[in-house]
T-cell receptor, first 116, second 115 residues
Framework: AQSVTQLDSHVSVSEGTPVLLRCNYS??????LFWYVQHPNKGLQLLLK??????LVKGINGFEAEFKKSETSFHLTKPSAHMSDAAEYFC??????????????FGTGTRLQVTL | NAGVTQTPKFQVLKTGQSMTLQCAQD?????MYWYRQDPGMGLRLIYY???????DKGEVPNGYNVSRLNKREFSLRLESAAPSQTSVYFC??????????????FGAGTRLSVL
């Protein structure tokens, strides 16, 4: 079994300040972890993924995340927020494969608001 | 450069009506998925197809049927729509190869309202 908990449903930051979106996971398998972003009325876009290689993962648009097995966490960070970062962010775990399909478990999402 | 294409983008149904949501991918992926997204609940898997010719239930399959028409296309059917099926529906696909098989690529979604 696997699960994901996003610790904040809403985060508000000022433009130019750091972003921290928190995610904890639970998995019976060696997990793959992802962050997806969803802009208003759009589909989901992959930001970055962790698949048991380097624990610090760099993604698109300046985002990065660190896999910490001891803390079962995969927090998303960005040094300096931009207005265009305002969106919904989903932490996702995949660790259970049935046949050749992978099953993703989504967190409930964190809405990031960026203010001037 | 289309990726995953869903049609229609919006739909309004009356209770009891039926409809089919269409999904096609042009990435030669083996696996395809249907999710629904409801406020505060993230995405939940309805059905998936590991490969052409196979389909399996996900977390919330009741009230839905699917067809994997060929490798490219995976449709979702609501036989008798209910207000509880008002949601945003996303189709996704993934490859079959090493860790890449865990990356799913999403369509833009279908916004469905059932009155």
């Amino acid at each position: 079994a696997q699960s994901v908990t996003q610790l904040d449903s809403h985060v508000s930051v000022s433009e130019g300040t750091p972003v921290l979106l928190r995610c904890n996971y639970s998995s019976s398998y060696s997990p793959s972890l992802f962050w997806y972003v969803q802009h208003p009325n759009k589909g989901l876009q992959l930001l970055l993924k962790y698949t048991s290689a380097a624990t610090l993962v760099k993604g698109i648009n300046g985002f990065e995340a660190e896999f910490k097995k001891s803390e079962t966490s995969f927090h998303l960070t960005k040094p300096s927020a931009h207005m265009s970062d305002a969106a919904e962010y989903f932490c996702v775990v995949s660790g259970s494969n049935t046949g050749t399909a992978s099953k993703l478990t989504f967190g409930t999402g964190t809405r990031l608001q960026v203010t001037l | 450069n289309a990726g995953v294409t869903q049609t229609p983008k919006f739909q309004v149904l009356k209770t009891g009506q039926s409809m089919t949501l269409q999904c096609a991918q042009d990435m030669n992926h083996n696996s395809m998925y249907w999710y629904r997204q409801d406020p505060g609940m993230g995405l939940r898997l309805i059905y998936y197809s590991a490969s052409e010719g196979t389909t399996d239930k996900g977390e919330v399959p009741n009230g839905y049927n699917v067809s994997r028409l060929n490798k490219r296309e995976f449709s979702l059917r609501l036989e008798s729509a209910a207000p509880s099926q008002t949601s945003v529906y996303f189709c996704a696909s993934s490859e079959l190869a090493g860790v890449a098989k865990n990356i799913q690529y999403f369509g833009a979604g279908t916004r469905l309202s059932v009155l």
